[in-house]
């Protein structure tokens, strides 16, 4: 094994699949639910944005639906 490698000539290549891990977004929150998954993450030592991204994949990959009932106006 030599003691020094010389690196400089190399040329770098972007992982092919880095894209395809995540998706940048930009998305609105209330305060209170950013506040309430920071505090989460207090607790858990992980990342707020990565608790809202297991969140959100849990009702994905369960079928989760919203189902909300808005009230009449008389």
């Not at 977004?25 to 506040?35: P, S």
């Not at 607790?43 to 909300?68: F, S, W």
Request: glycine share 6%; with cysteine; aromatic share 10%.
């Amino acid at each position: 094994m030599r003691d020094h490698y010389d690196f400089s000539k190399m040329k770098g290549r972007k992982n092919p699949y880095a894209k395809l891990l995540r998706q940048p977004v930009t998305i609105r929150l209330d305060r209170d639910t950013v506040g309430y998954f920071k505090s989460m993450a207090v607790k858990t030592g992980l990342p707020y944005q990565q608790l809202i991204n297991l969140y959100l994949r849990d009702c994905a990959v369960n079928d989760r639906e919203l189902h909300m009932e808005w009230g009449s106006s008389n």
